[in-house]
């Protein structure tokens, strides 16, 4: 199974900080409010939202069609991504959830 690191893409622990600060648009239903895995921004959530499957740590992604134990100990499950942190990621590692 191919694998792909997507440590080295996350923010630097000030920028998600700051992202964490960031207002909600007002627009937005709260419960359909998430924040991106790799660097907090917030984003609203729906079926187009982009996610990836975690194992052995919450980076190592696996790609689209590719089975995985969820019971084994290191699986992280899935993690919403915007729209910027997601073109850094090839398409094959991007899921849509329902």
């Known amino acids: 199974m ?3 690191n997507a440590d080295k893409l996350r923010a630097s ?3 998600i ?6 207002e909600i648009p007002q627009e ?3 419960n359909d409010v998430g924040e991106c895995a790799l660097c907090a ?3 609203l959530l729906s079926s187009d939202t982009v996610w990836i499957e975690c194992i052995e740590g919450r980076f190592t992604l696996v790609p689209l069609g590719t089975s995985v134990d969820m019971q084994a100990p290191g699986y992280m499950g899935h993690f919403p991504v915007g729209p910027t942190c997601a073109r850094k990621i090839p398409k094959r590692y991007h899921k849509r959830l329902p």
Do not use: G, V
Not at 17 to 22: A, G, Q, S, T, V
């Open 13 to 15: 622990p000030r920028s």
């Open 28 to 30: 937005w239903p709260l």
């Open 41 to 43: 921004r917030p984003l």
């Open 17 to 22: 900080d700051r992202n964490r600060e960031r």
């Open 2 to 4: 191919t694998t792909f």
